[in-house]
């Protein structure tokens, strides 16, 4: 089964910046969604982006604006960007990847902490 293992989390100001990738052991190519999730503490895991196996990227209205979902299929890697990062983006984020019909499958990484505060 494929791994995912996420990368590239850490400590932020207010209005920062951070990317996020998520590395696949094997091809992404295989999965229909690729996305990234967060979880901050006492609340439940959220949707903040996702992309599908042809590019078409949706996000959350909370990241709309300040984040980009990008996929690179020759390094079997997803990325987000986050830009203008408030502290009410603290949270682990984690990468999901997802195929669908009778071959349907979930696979979840580990998770990145990423906390914003001055």
């Known amino acids: 089964q494929v791994q995912l293992v996420e990368s590239g989390g850490g400590l932020v100001q207010p209005g920062g910046s951070l990317r996020l990738s998520c590395a696949a052991s094997?091809?992404?190519?295989?999965?229909?969604?690729m996305a990234w999730y967060r979880q901050a503490p006492g609340k439940e895991r959220e949707l903040v982006a996702t992309i599908t196996k042809s590019g078409s990227t949706n996000s959350a209205d909370s990241v709309k604006g300040r984040s980009t979902i990008s996929r690179d299929n020759t390094k079997n890697t997803v990325y987000l960007q986050m830009n203008s990062l408030k502290p009410e983006d603290t949270a682990v984020y984690y990468c999901n990847a997802r195929r669908l019909g009778v071959r349907a499958i979930d696979v979840w990484g580990q998770g990145t902490q990423v906390t914003v505060s001055s």
């Open positions: 094997g091809s992404i190519f295989n999965f229909d969604y």
